[in-house]
């Protein structure tokens, strides 16, 4: 059964960092390896939609979809580990959120429909 799990959420102050990483498991149950999907964060303020922040494809190829975080969010991905990560640094109060991962088959995409699976999320509170 594949899995992700999200960690290194918690309460910072603004300009402050964190390292968000999400660990994958099981893939190889859906019939392929965990090479295959793309791996993305998502993001859900209290009371609005879900959307997409960034996405990779293998270990290196990397979309962004959201303008707001350019330059302050990096994601990344270990492949050995079956891990990714986004680094937030300058995080600024409207970037509370609970951060999601995500997977999908080949390709990057920014809908949230289009995810194979999900992880349960990881609050992120930016806060004085």
């Known amino acids: 059964q594949p899995q992700l799990v999200e960690s290194g959420g918690g309460l910072v102050q603004p300009g402050g960092s964190l390292r968000l990483s999400c660990s994958a498991s099981?893939?190889?149950?859906?019939?392929?390896?965990?090479?295959?999907?793309?791996m993305s964060w998502f993001r859900q303020a209290l009371g609005k939609e879900r959307v997409a922040v960034s996405c990779?494809?293998?270990?290196?190829?990397?979309?962004n979809y959201a303008d707001s975080v350019e330059g302050r969010f990096t994601i990344s991905r270990d492949v050995a580990k079956n891990t990714v990560y986004m680094r937030m640094s300058e995080l600024k109060p409207e970037d509370s959120a609970v951060y999601y991962c995500?997977?999908?088959?080949?390709?990057?995409?920014?809908?949230?429909?289009?995810?194979?699976?999900w992880g349960g999320g990881t609050l992120v509170t930016v806060s004085s």
């Open positions: 995500a997977a999908r088959f080949l390709r990057c995409a920014k809908r949230v429909n289009g995810m194979s699976y």
């Open positions: 099981g893939f190889t149950a859906s019939g392929f390896s965990l090479d295959v999907y793309t």
């Open positions: 990779i494809r293998g270990a290196d190829i990397v979309t």
